[in-house]
């Protein structure tokens, strides 16, 4: 079953509004946790590390502004899209690792919409 | 940079023949590689790794193999099954790091 939940798995909203993804790892903790984005037709994009006690890290070109992240306990990452803008508009995926190699289990992510 | 690439969007394949996916790499440090598997709308499954001390690992009809020098990793399915047909993405860490560097995935059809 999964390991690895994300809320909501789908979500509209207008320009200008922020919108908050959950991310939670079901049965295990993660200390680490990881976001990141898709286009349609292009890679996931890793956008920032979530830290459980510590600020996020965030990839080159990523407004840590707009996308704030936040490690509240062992089992929830959240990321926040601030004035949220059309071009926002993506699949947003969390991971975390589980076991003894880095074998990162997905959520099943989130499509935001920004109309 | 695109570190890992894919270099084919997409592959079609017979049921019950071998589906082989490739995937290319820059990075010389990169020591772990993964192979996810991914239908839409959902979050990628983790399918099979290698390290880089290995240059195959089987997993039923699943097997990756690595070649360091070529820095060129592949995925063999055999016998392929419709419900094999997904995208399927490769990814690669360095140095136990946990973020992945992904490639730009495979969607590969199976007809039956």
């Known amino acids: 079953g999964a390991v690895v939940s994300q809320h909501p798995s789908w979500v509209i909203c207008k320009s200008g509004t922020s919108v908050k993804i959950e991310c939670r790892s079901l049965?295990?903790?993660?200390?680490?946790m990881f976001w990141y984005r898709q286009f349609p037709k292009q890679s996931l994009m890793l956008m920032a590390t979530s830290n459980e006690g510590s600020k996020a890290t965030y990839e080159q070109g990523v407004e840590k502004d707009k996308f704030l992240i936040n490690h509240a306990s062992l089992t929830l990452s959240t990321l926040t899209v601030t004035s949220a803008h059309p071009e926002d508009s993506s699949f947003y995926i969390c991971?975390?690792?589980?076991?003894?190699?880095?074998?990162?289990?997905f959520g099943p992510g989130t499509r935001l919409t920004v109309t | 940079d695109q570190q890992v690439k894919q270099n084919s969007p997409s592959l079609s394949v017979q049921e019950g023949r071998i589906s082989i996916l490739n995937c290319d790499y820059t990075n010389s440090m990169f020591d772990y590689f993964l192979w996810y598997k991914k239908y839409p709308a959902e979050g990628p499954t983790f399918l099979i790794s290698i390290s880089s001390i290995k240059d195959k690992n089987e997993d039923g009809r699943f097997t990756v193999f690595l070649n360091k020098s070529a820095k060129h990793l592949s995925l063999h399915i055999v016998p392929s099954q419709p419900g094999d047909s997904a995208v399927y993405f490769c990814a690669a860490s360095e140095g136990g790091a946990n973020n992945l560097f992904f490639g730009t995935g495979t969607r590969l059809t199976v007809i039956p």
């Open positions: 991971s975390a690792p589980r076991g003894p190699g880095n074998e990162q289990y």
């Open positions: 049965d295990f903790q993660a200390t680490t």
